[in-house]
């Protein structure tokens, strides 16, 4: 036996655990980076449209006051002014520059904050639109230019820039950058060891079930798993794996408990035979005495070829390659001749043997000298336990069923009956309801084993029905054609 390749280690890379953390973790990750990043993506987006909008109604308002009241220099420095004031913490500045990129106005302190030289630059060349700029202090600012009429109808047309310090939304999505690569890292660890924990408990009842497996052996069939506590796939697995075994001790201890009978029942006849000789050659015998004792030595050798014969006939029964010579049979007919081949013992036992057959003729295709030889020893049997004025009964008839047509073979007498607790060991080999073996009461207990096998051969079955002193029924069903 070679359990070389279960005992080497697989290479770490081929074992379930990893598979399974493997794609647990590459799993995971992806899942926590989609998120965290659309996240992010949304959050970056969500704050620059809040600071356009606010850009825009900012740009809205000074546009309408300019057209409107071209001339109220002080309502629009007090507008200007009073907003920025009120924003302590995102802080905004508003410039106004004439036709000629002179300033006009300006949020006190916006040149402080940022380098309005360069500011100009960067308006003429985006006239338009929204740009970022760094600011004197490492800000972040956010700007919008446009062009505004003054006046209504136009005089002139002044360009507005608004400046935002969007420095605070800046810092917040660096902190969330670095918290995404902390989370990232922190998944990158924590996955591969909880899916390692994972795989390893899923795949414990398994090793288990290996790890049983590996220690059974013929003489050893004792072991079962308990799935306690297994998951429903693999609790399964090990009940099946268990009836395995079940059925595999059961046939283990029929074959030993076999091969016990047979020398049992071998070593008896031999004995015998040896004990016979052994008297008769201690001392000289007469002619008829040698007769005797050869005359029973022929008797137990009879009964060891017999035994013999039915040994091999049932070791070849069982042999897939075993064929039956099937042919058309009449039943009746064959009935028949099995009742005359007894009536001498029945006559002897004080016990009527009759048929009971159907007007119509039941043919099948069956092999004939087997299926004589099953009834034969179903009707030897019922000689051999029917008391003197009792009666056996040979009985067939045709069924009809959706399955096809089967004929029924039955055997009934009315004689002394089998207990319940034995009637399912009877067709076991070597199994006598009378365990004393005795010459009188005949057989081996390989009678109605043979019988089954007959059937089990046709693709038939038996049943055995008994009271116990009122008689014994045993029914045979074969199907009248031979399966293809
Ligand atoms: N017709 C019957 N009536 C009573 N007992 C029976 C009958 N047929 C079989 N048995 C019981 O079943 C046992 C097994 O039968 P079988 O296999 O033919 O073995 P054997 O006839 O060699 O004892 C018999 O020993 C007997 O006890
Ligand atoms: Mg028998």
């Known amino acids: 036996m070679s359990w070389n390749v279960s005992n080497n280690p697989a290479p770490w890379w081929r074992t379930l655990a990893f598979r399974l953390t493997a794609g647990y973790a590459l799993a995971g990750l992806c899942l926590v980076f989609l998120a965290t990043a ?56 508003i410039r106004l520059l004439d036709e000629h990129n002179a300033p006009v106005l300006a949020t006190p302190g916006m040149a402080e904050q940022l380098d309005l030289s360069r500011l100009a630059s960067q308006t003429q060349s985006h006239p338009t639109r929204a740009f970022s700029m760094r600011g004197r202090h490492k800000q972040s600012f956010r700007v919008t230019t446009a062009p505004a009429e ?8 002044d360009t507005i820039e608004i400046a935002i310090d969007v420095s605070q939304q800046e810092a917040l999505l660096a902190r969330y950058r670095h918290w995404f690569w902390a989370i990232l890292l922190g998944t990158l660890v924590i996955f591969p060891l909880v899916g390692y924990q994972i795989a390893r408990h899923g795949i414990r009842p398994v090793e288990e079930i290996a790890t049983t497996a590996r220690h059974i052996s013929s003489k050893n069939l004792r072991e079962r798993i308990l799935p306690e506590g ?66 029973s030595c022929l008797e137990e050798a009879v009964r060891l070829s ?96 959706a399955e096809g047509s089967t004929v029924r073979i039955e055997v009934s007498d009315t004689g002394e009956g089998i207990p319940a607790d034995a009637l399912p060991k009877v067709f076991d080999r070597f199994y006598r309801v009378d365990t004393s073996r005795s010459k009188a009461s005949g057989g081996t207990g390989l009678g109605l084993a043979i019988v089954q096998s007959i059937m089990v051969l046709h693709g038939g079955n038996v049943e055995i029905a008994s009271q116990v002193g009122q008689g014994t029924r045993v029914t045979l069903r074969l199907p009248v054609a031979a399966a293809r």
């Not at 009836?243 to 408990?257: A, G, Q």
């Not at 042919?327 to 002897?348: F, I, K, M, T």
């Not at 009707?379 to 069923?401: Q, R």
Request: hydrophobic share 40%; proline share 4%; net charge negative.
């Open 38 to 93: 659309s996240l992010y993506l949304v959050l970056r987006t969500e704050l620059e449209k809040s600071t356009d909008l606010f850009l825009v109604d900012k740009l809205h308002v000074v546009r309408t006051l300019l057209r409107e009241r071209p001339q109220d220099w002080d309502g629009l420095r007090e507008e200007i002014e009073l907003e920025s004031a009120a924003r302590r913490y995102q802080q905004f500045y």
């Open 150 to 157: 003054v006046g209504s109808p136009s005089t002139s047309t």
């Open 230 to 295: 297994y998951p429903f796939e693999l609790a399964s697995l090990a009940r099946t794996f268990n009836e395995m075994l079940d059925r595999l001790e059961e046939s283990f201890e029929r074959i030993s408990r076999f091969s016990a009978d047979i020398a049992h029942d071998l070593r008896t006849p031999v004995n015998n035979i040896r004990g016979e000789a052994e008297v008769a050659l201690a001392r000289a015998r007469t002619v008829d005495e040698y007769r005797d004792v050869l005359g």
């Open 306 to 401: 017999e035994l013999i014969s039915d040994l091999l006939f049932l070791a070849r029964a069982e042999s897939p390659l075993t064929q039956l010579r099937r042919e058309p049979v009449d039943v009746a007919e064959l009935l028949d001749g099995v009742r005359e081949y007894y009536e001498g013992s029945a006559q002897d036992g004080g016990i009527s043997l009759t048929t009971a057959v159907d007007s119509q003729p039941v043919i099948a295709e069956l092999d004939r000298n087997l299926v004589q030889r099953a009834v034969g020893n179903l009707v030897s049997n019922a000689v051999a336990h029917t008391p003197v004025g009792g009666s056996i009964v040979l009985g067939t008839a045709l069924a009809t069923a």
